[in-house]
């Protein structure tokens, strides 16, 4: 029988166990990527665990998320992240030279080659043909050292594309189409393949934009096939030499087909504060725009900025909108420098915004109160543009321009039906300078490892214990985001220092959380967080793992979780619990007392554990479900524990 794409990649890197779907297996990871806000956690355990050199065929550490350095502690992360490059063998691409996913797809990305970054849009990759997965800091931490990134043989979901997209349609409303059809829930066990007739139009930057967005469904990662499109790509970044053809056997199997019809899409919105929120932008018509921002990893390629100056050329933005425009790498701000389009962008009144992560992380041009903001990036969730009343939209670079135009979002069919539709070429050649991207040391033995004040080692955590005496320190709803739980933005800087870090865990959702955690764990009390469905949704941050297990949480029940969080809370030795009777969250209250015995013993042989509360003796069933190998770092208390137990 043929294999698809997905099988074909995983299938040629599988180290342990079997191929068979919802099996664990461990496949070897040929590339990883960093970045700086993951990146420092990654590479201290990557010293703790002891690895002299990096095993991968090429690992890369970009600069990109905290490049604020209103302070001295992003800029001593980044010394420190510039060092450990040089010693252990990593690329080092330094601040500015653009956002991690798109100068990796832009200079590094071979179709075919496994991918694994501690960032969750790593998916990016997929558009040049890549199994790209994101993930926790600690796993990249082990890839790079040569051992296995383990994950569940997925189900494989095939979008069927057809046709091709109407003017002022574009690549995200295709995902922004496939996040109406899939949600951001319940996919956790897949991954998506493109294919189908529709795949031939739309370039590798186009593909990136669609994979890219992909991690918001919450699959594992996107993938397209590797074709003349891909060749052309690769050429043009001269780097053809890294050229393999990818196509699925014709023969080949799907869990599930999706057709979308590329010519019959409308542009649509993500509305707030989901990026699952989608609707026509036809129906949002009329609401009145402050902000438009043309940027991040998901939309400010070549293609995307060009088509910005296009649609902006000879005009002014409306008085009251503040348009910004960020270009994903320094190739591209070169190359709209040198053809003249960034000047179409300055006279139409746009800010020119740094080639960085910048306002999509929540670090910079925060809306003002109650603003409405229309972005390009992938992420609108509560609070992360840095106002908590802000409304923020996520739409296509043609619907942003539009709005920032008109002073309202807008269909930009409708808006520019009177005007052609700027058609961006490929360049037959970008320009190549990685001059900002440093080789490693040839003497690594010369290089000594830069560590500022802001740079703590990480810490650890106790083995399992037998009896779990804790209180529900918070309860949540449902599709709590690792946003939610461990805050980016202005407290972005305190990444490397898990003490201060933590000080801000749930501060949205309840700001007394860390300090009633810590007082409880002062006391002998175990601290337990009880969620809703989909918990852990969006980033990869391990901080969201790595704070709570410094509070004193041991345990986290919920009636689901996604994939990336879950990972990283048993590499940081939390116990992942879900419900066995759903409709026991609701039983559930914070500052309940729980009582969890023979937990040991239970997780050894996957039996179900009893949360008896106190006062009324409630008996609540718990699942634990954990790999054998999983099972090993929750005992011990951490993956690290386990690796130095031996
Ligand atoms: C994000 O988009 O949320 C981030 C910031 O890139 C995160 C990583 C992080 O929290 O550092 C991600 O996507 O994993
Ligand atoms: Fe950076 Fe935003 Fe992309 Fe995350 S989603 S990597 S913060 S640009």
Known sequence: MGKNIVQKILDGHIVDGKPEKGSAVGIR???????????TMAYLQFEALGFDRVKTELSVSYVDHNTIQEGFENADDHKYLETVAAKYGILF?????????????????????????????????????????????????????????????PEVVKVELAGTLRPWVSAKDVVLALLEIMGTKGNAGSMVEYGGPGVDALSVPERATITNMGAELGVITSVFPSDEKTRLFLRAQGREEGYAELSADSDALYDRVIKID??????????????????KLSELKGIKVDQALVGSCTNASYRDIMLTAAMLKGKKVNPNVSLGVACGSRQVLEMVSRNGALAEIISSGARILETAC????????????????????????????GTSSAQVYLSSPEAAVAAALSGE??????????????????????????SMILKPAADPSKVEIFRGPNIGAP????ACPDVIDGCVAIKVGDKITTDHIMPAGSRLKYRSNI????????????????KRALDNKGKGIRNIIVGGESYGQGSSREHAAICPMYLGVKMVITISMERIHRANLVNFGIIPATFVNAGDYAKLG???????????????????????????GLQVRLNVELTEREKGMVLAGSLINQCREG
């Open 409 to 434: 979002l807008c269909d930009p069919v409708e808006y520019f039906k009177n005007e052609q539709y700027p058609q961006i070429t490929a360049p037959d050649n970008f320009i190549i300078d990685d």
């Open 459 to 462: 810490p650890s955590n106790e």
């Open 262 to 279: 590329l010519s019959a899409l409308e542009p649509r919105a993500a509305c707030p504060h989901s990026p699952g929120n989608v609707k």
């Open 499 to 514: 003490q201060k870090y933590a000080e801000f865990v749930f501060e949205r959702e309840d700001p007394e959380f860390s």
């Open 590 to 616: 914070k500052d309940d007392m729980l009582t969890i015995g023979d937990v040991r013993r239970s997780i050894q042989t996957g039996a179900e554990l009893t949360a008896v509360r106190k006062g009324d």
């Open 358 to 385: 910048g306002f999509c992380i929540g670090n910079s041009v925060a809306p003002r109160t109650d603003a409405v903001s229309v972005r390009t990036s992938n992420r609108n969730f509560f609070g992360r543009s």
């Open 29 to 39: 990871i040929d590339q990883t990527l960093t970045q700086d806000a993951t990146g």
């Open 93 to 153: 691409s330094k601040p500015g030279n653009g956002i991690c996913h798109q100068v990796h797809v832009e200079r590094f990305g071979k179709p075919g080659k496994t991918l694994l970054g501690s960032d969750s849009h790593t998916p990016t990759g997929g558009g040049i043909g890549m199994v790209a997965i994101g993930a926790g800091g600690l796993d990249v931490a082990v890839a790079m050292g040569g051992g296995p990134f383990y994950l569940t043989y």
